[in-house]
């Protein structure tokens, strides 16, 4: 298949089965990588299920719809008859009801339709981590097609049920965790794959059994001009933030509030902001009882990246908890606005981070004791954070922006449709 004539200007279909920014790293990664594309002269068309993403001027977006089964305010719901309009409507009924989750596989189905006969409309398919088995029919159809791979779904898998606080609790996430054989299927036979860190890339290969020459790194970015420092917004002493898009234990929020708790046997200003939300059935409120920290953490939610930003100025600290990271989006938007960073090391966070301790300070994760013992070291030594502050905007804005991630892409799907057998339309 031939890249667009003129300019080598390519149009890409691009995959996510929840593109909304608020459903984590992925929406956001989305979002921003389309529209830098869109910059460099390429056509990108958005295909996406509910919720659906923000998208910037000039990225064509196709709605995938579905029956939606998690949709607030009443998740697992049962639709009405009338709904049900397909097999693939019923597919993903039937995988609801036994405990299993469906959107990956169901999407790339809809998806693999709704592309039927429009090879002469797009150069190639970009997936956003669906990896769902209609991609191996889109293959089949011809379609050059690639993946990015944020992190392996296998590690939410083993945190989580590390995590399962009962047996009957375990055998439902090995239910809910069921398309994992199906991403791990399909990611073997996906000819290029795009990954966000150098730990991912070891961790796809051992866990998914991916072949590494077949895995290409480039790093995600952050918009400099919109997470910035502010320097005219007062800090708020003992105030630190964190971002939990997603309420799950590989997040390490549950430590935090334990570092928290001790940090304030020590510093009674100290608060924390977390930007989320509490997902129900979530242990973090009886923690948060246990330790007595009903005054000392606010939940923030639905907020833009402009006061987001302002958010970050008020803090003192940016705690990073996660027990594991592909990437972490949440690490170098704090880094971008100044703001001195106490990290774990699980997964690509020291790579993202750096280990030299010049730009952060970086702790085992799931360690309680060793956290409070940084934040209390950066609490109280105002020279270390505005250091810290300072070396971590140096280093987002010279390592990792959105522009040079959509360059390395767009690099990416040229060798791509290099490698794709041409075919006649």
């Known amino acids: 298949m031939q890249a667009r004539a003129g300019g080598g200007q390519l149009r890409v279909a691009y995959l996510v089965y929840r593109g909304n920014p608020r459903c984590g790293g992925q929406g956001v990664y989305s979002r921003h990588l389309t529209r830098e594309l869109v910059q460099l002269g390429h056509e990108v068309t958005v295909f996406s299920g509910p919720p659906y993403p923000e998208l910037d001027e000039g990225v064509g977006f196709v709605q995938v719809p579905s029956l939606d089964l998690y949709r607030e305010p009443d998740p697992f719901r049962v639709p009405r008859p009338k709904e049900f309009t397909s097999s693939i409507d019923a597919l993903e009924f039937a995988l609801m009801c036994t405990a299993g989750f ?13 592309l039927a006969g429009q090879r002469d409309r797009f150069d190639l398919v970009h997936d956003n981590q669906s990896l769902g088995s209609g991609l191996l029919g889109m293959m089949r159809d011809g379609w050059p097609l690639m993946a990015t791979i944020h992190h392996p779904i296998t590690v939410d898998r083993r945190l989580d049920l590390d995590h399962a606080p009962t047996i009957r609790k375990r055998l439902t996430l090995r239910r809910w965790y069921g398309f994992v054989k199906m991403q791990m299927r399909v990611a073997r036979k996906i000819p290029r794959i795009l990954t966000v860190s150098e730990s991912s890339c ?32 007062a800090k708020v002493p003992g105030r630190m933030m964190t971002t939990a898009s997603a309420d799950v234990p590989m997040k390490g929020l549950v430590p935090l509030l334990e570092a928290l708790a001790k940090v304030r046997t020590e510093r009674e200003d100290a608060h924390l902001i977390v930007i989320g939300r509490v997902k129900e059935g979530s242990r973090v409120p009886d923690v948060m009882e246990r ?57 690509a966070l020291p790579e993202v981070v750096g280990r030299d301790g010049e730009t952060g300070l970086l702790v085992e994760p799931n360690d309680p004791g060793a956290l409070a013992v940084a934040i209390l070291r950066a609490l109280g030594d105002a020279e270390l954070r505005a250091r810290l502050g300072a070396a971590g905007r140096r280093r987002t804005i010279e390592r990792f922006t959105w522009p040079v991630t959509a360059k390395t892409t767009a690099e990416q799907y040229s060798a791509l449709l290099e490698q794709h057998p041409r075919q006649p339309r």
């Open 102 to 114: 469906p959107e990956p596989r169901t999407f790339t189905l809809r998806a693999r339709r709704l």
């Open 202 to 233: 070891g961790d796809i290969a051992e866990q998914l059994g991916v072949e590494r020459s077949r895995m290409s790194v480039v790093p995600v970015g952050v918009e400099e001009q919109v997470f910035r420092p502010h320097p005219e917004i």
């Open 291 to 347: 330790l007595g920290l009903g005054e000392a953490v606010r939940f923030v939610s639905g907020i833009s990246d402009d006061e987001l930003a302002r958010w970050y100025a008020s803090a003192e600290l940016a705690i990073v908890p996660s027990l594991y990271e592909g990437f972490s989006l949440p690490a170098i938007e704090a880094m971008s606005c100044g703001v001195p960073l106490v990290a774990t090391t699980g997964g």
